[in-house]
């Protein structure tokens, strides 16, 4: 099914079918792993559509035209991961151009732009994104991108997509959402007036902590050919077996969200009301911030929470390694819950200071529901809260 004929389509088939007809060939139903690096020519300049794997590949281009309609995107590029994806976006800016960026975000996205882009003459401004306010004030003359992420990583905070589209267009800036813990099954920016959509493929896209892999979705060919021209010179491309095998996650995105929002749901209600429990981090609750915002935007509310534990760093500590079905483990949207520490672990590039402005404590847990049952996981949290009180 070519994406032009997806349009009328529901999300759950376009996730199957978008991009992957059966191979004409033979008729295999599953997109081939096509193993080559090179295409055999007619003559020179003359070939089928292929002449460098770098360049172009059937099976990403399978892959790219999947995640197109998913995200409701004209074209879409898929990278080795999700921070090549990331660097492509600043690696279209000059010197002396700048980005207004919110300051809760991955580690690995405010370590690129601090020690490596910067080097380069490109400038960053962090702020909390949720207060429109703090983002017009840090625009400045050179202002060419604002960045963000929405629920933000690690404390879910929720920034309103049409507000500040809005606001970057009237500067004449580009707005980037690095769509990551949403997903295109629960939020697509595109839609909300966003230029640049971003992802870790890696995570809820291909759901099984398998693959490593990112990808750039945009509706605008002006950008589009900016980006391709950027993936074919730098040549961060994901291999073929990495695009199958995201090809192989995204057939049952649908399913395994609405099951992480479920879990995620049931998980978040009882750390609230926990007693050894400070603090819970979670669009789907009322008591949340963002919830109406996210309401807005969003058709559900993810499998993504973190909580702060009553006590002191090294409880926290204890408790995340008691657990026996939350995995202590980096990243995140596989069919496994995961448990991490984000000071330590997945922001620990950030420095402290600066983690503690955007109100990331040191205290602070994440969790990545998973797609396990919900009783389970409770039950779990529960036994590793108990055993970081006594140390057993």
Not at 7 to 31: C, E, N, W, Y
Not at 123 to 132: A, E, I, N, P
Request: neutral net charge; charged residues 20%; proline residues 4%.
């Amino acid at each position: 099914m070519s994406s032009s004929d997806d349009k009328d389509l529901g999300f759950s088939t376009r996730a199957v079918h978008a991009g992957q007809s059966p191979d004409p060939a033979t008729g295999a139903i599953m997109t081939p792993v096509y193993l080559t690096s090179t295409y055999v020519q007619e003559a020179p300049e003359k070939h089928k559509g292929f002449d460098y794997a770098r360049t172009v590949h059937p099976t990403r281009e399978a892959l790219q035209k999947n995640l197109a309609s998913l995200e409701g995107a004209a074209f879409g590029l898929c990278f080795a991961s999700g921070m090549a994806a990331t660097s492509t976006v600043i690696e279209a800016l000059s010197s002396g151009d700048h980005v207004v960026c919110g300051n809760d975000l991955y580690g690995g996205t405010y370590r690129v732009f601090t020690k490596v882009f910067a080097r380069f003459g490109v400038t960053f401004t962090f702020v909390d994104t949720t207060d429109l306010h703090a983002v017009e004030a840090a625009f400045t003359p050179q202002t060419k991108l604002v960045w963000i992420e929405t629920p933000s990583n690690p404390l879910l905070k929720i920034t309103d997509i049409r507000a500040i589209a809005k606001l970057a267009h009237a500067k004449k800036a580009k707005l980037v959402v690095d769509n990551t813990f949403a997903s295109p099954a629960l939020q697509r920016p595109l839609s909300l007036g966003a230029d640049v959509v971003v992802h870790s493929t890696t995570k809820y896209l291909g759901g099984h902590s398998d693959v490593v892999g990112g990808a750039i979705l945009v509706n605008d060919e002006a950008l589009h050919k900016e980006y391709k021209f950027l993936q074919n010179a730098v040549g961060a491309v994901p291999g073929p077996l990495d695009c199958f095998l995201l090809l192989r996650g995204t057939k049952t995105l649908a399913l395994r969200i609405e099951r992480h929002c479920q879990n995620a749901m049931i998980v978040a209600k009882h750390l609230l009301s926990h007693p050894e429990i400070a603090t819970v981090h979670y669009p789907g609750l009322p008591t949340h911030s963002g919830h109406e915002t996210a309401k807005g935007q969003m058709s559900g509310f993810g499998g993504m929470i973190s909580f702060e534990l009553k006590g002191d760093m090294e409880r926290a500590k204890r408790m995340i390694s008691s657990c026996e079905i939350f995995a202590l483990a980096e990243s995140l949207g596989g069919v496994e819950s995961l448990i991490g520490h984000p000071a330590s672990m997945t922001h620990g590039s950030i420095p402290r200071e600066e983690r503690l402005k955007a109100g990331l404590t040191d205290g602070l847990i994440r969790l990545s529901v998973g797609i396990e049952d919900a009783a389970d996981l409770t039950a779990d949290l529960d036994r590793a809260i108990n055993r970081s009180l006594t140390g057993k």
